[in-house]
């Protein structure tokens, strides 16, 4: 169970000696319920009191590497249920599964799309992360294609076999890449579980229900395996979901430490969209890992769409630099467009000029990353404000005439920024959409 402030304060020297930092011991106890500080930081732990807050220290769902270097993937770590409470840590991985009865061309070509499933959204690269390849045959076939697909993709690799002697020699080729062996169930357990010490990868345990995993996980902890991740098998959406958000309450709410791993969801259906849409579903509550056949653009793209939108901090919009931006080939005569530094409203104006193919200057104004209406709202994106950037970013060495174009949302503050600034104020259209026939018609 989780150590409240005063359960932890119990177990300090209690002599406010003020070394780690902090005026008192209960202070300190303090952030160390929060989980905000590393227990080190007291040089006056017994072995004991040491002990037992290293255990109530330990994140509640444990961080598990798949992969090296620039394609690692880390899953887990997550602290609560709702994004908004805090922020969700760690996005789901995204991969595909690639079965061993493929022919090798079609393998070839498949990792050839996949390799190439990337998108830039609101100034962010967005990218899948796992290839999975599956046994259907011989143990031989199975090693062929791990290596052929070791060769021609630097995603992460899930090992989908319960032969554990072309497992072993799929491992020996691909420890390097520190692969995902899927998985250990009550059958295979002692044979899987010792790979995964042999070859120090993470493994997948797999039972069908939560007391299943929970005895599985009880039993690779005593193996001394640490990196695991659940599976409870392909069910029913209702059925999955309900499974995944119960492990998530229990091993962040009862601190059930046995249920303190990401979760690893594949998804089999043949019709394309509802493999898209189920998987939007795991993504949202609470899978760590996806696993699709699909590899079509739109799906990898929505569903990377979720995931970002999911995954950033609610307290910190994306935001973009506050600065002015030239968007083609632009002079002194080409048009100033302002808008707010909130990433999805600049790339949308972005693209709207873009399609104008009208060269332009964007001044995009810091609202602390606020909307337009937000930050009109929130008295961020007012007249002062725009007339200070005007002046911080000498917009007026940039152009030679004095005319700024702002957001139709704000038509209100016109007068009030033309007075401000001394700039002549023309009131563009509400939508971004709009900017194009806006910018084609100026005068
Ligand atoms: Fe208390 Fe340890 Fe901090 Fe000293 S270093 S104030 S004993 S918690």
Redesign the pocket.
Known sequence: MALSGLDIYKL??????????????LA??MQIAKKALSID?????GAEAKAALETASLPPIRPVVIGMENNKLEVGNETVMFRHEEKFRNPCGLGFIIDDNLGDSQIKQSLEKINVLKFERVGQLLNVNLVAVKQNGDGKRFVEVVRQVAENTKLGLVLMSEDSAALKEALAISRERRPLIYGADSENLTNLAQLAKEFQVPLVARAKDLDGLSVLTQELSKQGLADLVLDTGTKKIKDKLWDLTQIRRLALKKSIRSLGYPCLVIVETEDSYAEALEAGTYILKYASIVLVRGFQNWQALSLLTLRQNIYTDPQKPLQIEPKVYKIGAVDEKSPLLVTTNFSLTYYTVLGEVEASKVPSYIMSVDTEGMSVLTAWAAEKFTPEKISDSLDKFAVKDLVAHKRLIIPGYVAVMSGDLEEQSGWQVRVGPKEAAGIPSFLKNLQ
Do not use: Q, S
């Open positions: 300090l020297a209690k002599t406010n000696c003020k070394e780690c930092g902090f005026a008192t011991c300190f106890a930081k007291c040089p006056y732990l």
